[in-house]
């Protein structure tokens, strides 16, 4: 990951050697929302081929569904009950993104990397029965339980990071300049972040009251692997993005 | 404004340098025990003990006279003794004093001691009863490790491995009764557990581990101890779960001592942990 970031350090610090004086010497502030969450984005020029974009994008959940088939034991009973998953964007990071646009249109291609949370999809399992507010599941020595009935999870993949700092590489074509060259501009992007085969995770607590997030396998839930199923067609997130930028100076 | 911008743009990516994450504390230094001079453990020798009445011991029935076998001191201040009742010890425990030579046992009696003899003797005075002296070998306690002295039960961890998937609950302390309703309301129906509460596991420098309940009495195992992993058998049939010999491992968290047993029901296909989260006694 550190290798990554000096990585893109030393881009941002080449790049204005090739290009002149347009370097930083303007400034756009966007807003916008897709696959990737809704976010807010800074971009200014890196030369007149390049534009360097930093932003941060939260996922509301706004675009949710359900896996009506998921089950659960029913310790009580000894049979299976269901267990509606409920899902919804969950993203909560960071992106350094660089748009090289190879003409003096708005076409362009976009390197780069989301950082920060490595949950992209939050939910919970809901209707869990009774037994599983008392009850739970030993995750690596941590408990991990539901809360009147709801056990809230998360689906996680660290691309080249970690649990803790995830780093999704991203590519990705595009059209829309980052950096206006009149007052505003509308870009539209599409592309792939790199992210890895995705997890589930949830909060358990420790002998000694310690909260943690933990991953859930298939060895601590048979179930789990249901969900495990449906994560691996995620390895590649794809990444459909609209913006509007307003030029600051 | 360049440089500016460029020196806020390396000021925001500092950030992505590093990354922590918290991790368990695994200290285990603990305050020396406040009896660590007094523990030690006396196993008594075959024969007849001798009453301070001076009376053979056959000549007064069998019911009236306590016969001891075992009696051990621990680091934090615990008592057990044992005494044959049928063919099986049972044990009892509390808290103790010592003066000099002179152990005062909290709901139970006194007991003098003399370890300097070969062997060791011992004049047992039960509240109210007569006085027995007799012979045992005596060990005395080691003060080597960290985990010899007495600990309080924070909490339980319970995990029993049922008809489809493991499931794990906490308890505060250990109560048998909310232990119980977990296992029967998780497809074990019909498993007993007595009633009450462990209060204590003391695990001494004299090889023992003693569970110590709510009610005085207590199960006392023998162990060796290798790194983290303990191996014990029960001294009599043991009433904490029912659990037969089984493995153990002791580890050090936040301050705390984690005692993770695992070991089958008796009688029962069964099987499950049991994890208690211990803190120090003095």
């Given at each position: 990951?550190?290798?990554?970031?000096?990585?893109?350090?030393?881009?941002?610090?080449?790049?204005?050697?090739?290009?002149?004086?347009?370097?930083?010497?303007?400034?756009?502030?966007?807003?916008?929302?897709?696959?990737?969450?809704?976010?807010?984005?800074?971009?200014?020029?890196?030369?007149?081929?390049?534009?360097?974009?930093?932003?941060?994008?939260?996922?509301?959940?706004?675009?949710?569904?359900?896996?009506?088939?998921?089950?659960?034991?029913?310790?009580?009973?000894?049979?299976?009950?269901?267990?509606?998953?409920?899902?919804?964007?969950?993203?909560?990071?960071?992106?350094?993104?660089?748009?090289?646009?190879?003409?003096?249109?708005?076409?362009?291609?976009?390197?780069?990397?989301?950082?920060?949370?490595?949950?992209?999809?939050?939910?919970?399992?809901?209707?869990?029965?009774?037994?599983?507010?008392?009850?739970?599941?030993?995750?690596?020595?941590?408990?991990?339980?539901?809360?009147?009935?709801?056990?809230?999870?998360?689906?996680?993949?660290?691309?080249?990071?970690?649990?803790?700092?995830?780093?999704?590489?991203?590519?990705?074509?595009?059209?829309?300049?980052?950096?206006?060259?009149?007052?505003?501009?509308?870009?539209?992007?599409?592309?792939?972040?790199?992210?890895?085969?995705?997890?589930?995770?949830?909060?358990?607590?420790?002998?000694?009251?310690?909260?943690?997030?933990?991953?859930?396998?298939?060895?601590?839930?048979?179930?789990?692997?249901?969900?495990?199923?449906?994560?691996?067609?995620?390895?590649?997130?794809?990444?459909?993005?609209?913006?509007?930028?307003?030029?600051?100076? | 404004?360049?440089?500016?911008?460029?020196?806020?743009?390396?000021?925001?990516?500092?950030?992505?340098?590093?990354?922590?994450?918290?991790?368990?504390?695994?200290?285990?230094?603990?305050?020396?025990?406040?009896?660590?001079?007094c523990a030690g453990q006396f196993i008594m020798l075959d024969g007849s003990p001798t009453l301070s009445s001076a009376a053979s011991v056959k000549a007064v029935?069998q019911?009236a006279v306590p016969v001891y076998t075992y009696v051990e001191f621990t680091?934090?201040?615990?008592y057990v003794v044992g005494s044959l009742e049928?063919s099986e010890t049972q044990y009892k425990?509390?808290?103790y004093?010592a003066?000099g030579n002179v152990y005062t046992l909290?709901?139970f009696g006194t007991v003098e001691v003399n370890v300097t003899a070969t062997p060791a003797k011992l004049t047992i005075t039960p509240?109210?009863g007569a006085s027995q002296t007799m012979t045992a070998t005596y060990k005395k306690a080691?003060?080597?490790?960290?985990?010899?002295?007495?600990?309080?039960?924070?909490?339980?961890?319970?995990?029993?491995?049922?008809?489809?998937?493991?499931?794990?609950?906490?308890?505060?302390?250990?109560?048998?009764?909310?232990?119980?309703?977990?296992?029967?309301?998780?497809?074990?129906?019909?498993?007993?557990?007595?009633?009450?509460?462990?209060?204590?596991?003391?695990?001494t420098g004299a090889d023992s581990?003693?569970?110590?309940?709510?009610?005085?009495?207590?199960?006392v195992?023998e162990?060796?101890?290798?790194?983290?992993?303990?191996?014990?058998?029960?001294r009599t049939?043991?009433?904490?779960?029912?659990?037969?010999?089984?493995?153990?491992?002791?580890?050090?968290?936040?301050?705390?001592?984690?005692?993770?047993?695992?070991?089958?029901?008796?009688?029962?296909?069964?099987?499950?942990?049991?994890?208690?989260?211990?803190?120090?006694?003095?």
């Open positions: 990951m550190k290798k990554f970031t000096i990585l893109c350090v030393a881009a941002a610090l080449l790049f204005p050697a090739h290009a002149g004086a347009q370097v930083f010497n303007h400034l756009s502030a966007g807003i916008g929302f897709g696959t990737d969450a809704l976010n807010i984005q800074i971009a200014a020029p890196l030369g007149s081929h390049v534009d360097v974009i930093a932003g941060y994008g939260i996922g509301l959940g706004v675009i949710n569904f359900t896996v009506k088939d998921f089950t659960l034991p029913d310790p009580a009973s000894s049979s299976n009950v269901n267990t509606p998953l409920k899902l919804g964007m969950g993203m909560n990071d960071g992106r350094l993104l660089f748009n090289i646009y190879p003409g003096k249109s708005g076409f362009h291609f976009t390197v780069g990397a989301y950082m920060g949370s490595s949950r992209f999809i939050s939910g919970k399992i809901t209707n869990m029965p009774a037994a599983y507010n008392t009850a739970g599941i030993d995750v690596d020595g941590y408990l991990v339980k539901a809360k009147n009935g709801e056990l809230a999870v998360d689906l996680c993949a660290n691309g080249i990071g970690s649990h803790a700092f995830a780093v999704k590489p991203y590519v990705g074509i595009g059209f829309g300049r980052a950096v206006p060259q009149k007052a505003v501009s509308f870009s539209v992007d599409l592309g792939a972040q790199y992210q890895g085969k995705p997890g589930v995770w949830a909060k358990g607590e420790g002998l000694t009251g310690r909260i943690a997030e933990v991953q859930i396998t298939e060895k601590d839930l048979k179930e789990i692997s249901k969900v495990d199923e449906f994560g691996k067609y995620m390895t590649f997130w794809p990444t459909l993005t609209f913006h509007l930028y307003v030029k600051l100076f | 404004m360049k440089k500016i911008l460029f020196v806020a743009t390396l000021v925001a990516l500092l950030p992505l340098l590093f990354s922590c994450e918290k991790a368990g504390n695994n200290d285990n230094v603990f305050k020396n025990p406040t009896f660590i001079h029935p019911a680091e934090s201040g615990i049928g425990s509390g808290n004093t003066d909290n709901g509240t109210g080691g003060s080597t490790n960290v985990a010899y002295r007495g600990w309080t039960i924070d909490k339980t961890r319970a995990t029993v491995y049922g008809f489809h998937t493991p499931i794990t609950a906490d308890f505060v302390g250990c109560n048998f009764n909310d232990m119980a309703k977990f296992l029967n309301d998780n497809g074990h129906k019909g498993i007993y557990l007595p009633s009450g509460s462990l209060k204590s596991v003391s695990i581990i003693i569970f110590s309940y709510s009610d005085n009495t207590a199960d195992a162990y060796t101890l290798n790194g983290s992993n303990l191996t014990f058998s029960w049939p043991s009433r904490l779960l029912e659990v037969e010999n089984g493995k153990a491992t002791i580890d050090y968290l936040d301050g705390k001592c984690i005692l993770k047993i695992e070991a089958a029901l008796k009688g029962s296909t069964t099987s499950g942990s049991v994890t208690f989260v211990l803190s120090p006694m003095e």
